[in-house]
């Protein structure tokens, strides 16, 4: 008896052993599987970080000088965005001009003197 549970004792250890075998084998493999993926991964970007970085950044920008509105700027409605200071200029006119149908506008200050 005494010989059949030193046998017992060692059959224990061996599937203790195989478990942590197991676990460290599917470790092993997770750790293997990332590194392929990231590996594949960094190939891809490296080879198409200009495309990439023109479909996320330069695709929406556009050049903008100094004489002219932002895009999506509106003033009482009227996109003006893009446009050069004398083409928004130009339109806003016109828009008043229709707006107003001939009819004079007072402006007066807050002194009470007409402008």
């Known amino acids: 008896m005494a010989g059949s549970s030193g046998y017992s004792i060692k059959i224990r250890r061996r599937k203790k052993r195989r478990k ?63 446009l050069t200071y004398q083409q928004a200029e130009t339109l806003l006119k016109e828009s008043v001009d229709t707006t107003l149908d001939g009819n004079a506008v007072v402006i007066k200050s807050t002194d009470g003197r007409k402008q």
Do not use: C, H, M, R
């Open 20 to 82: 942590a075998e197991k676990k460290l084998n599917k470790g092993l493999f997770a750790v293997l599987a990332l590194v392929a993926v990231l590996g594949i991964a960094s190939k891809y970007l490296s080879d198409n970080s200009e495309k990439i970085y023109n479909v996320f950044a330069a695709k929406n920008v556009k050049t903008i000088t100094p004489q002219t509105y932002l895009e999506g700027v509106k003033i009482d409605g009227i996109d003006i965005g893009g």
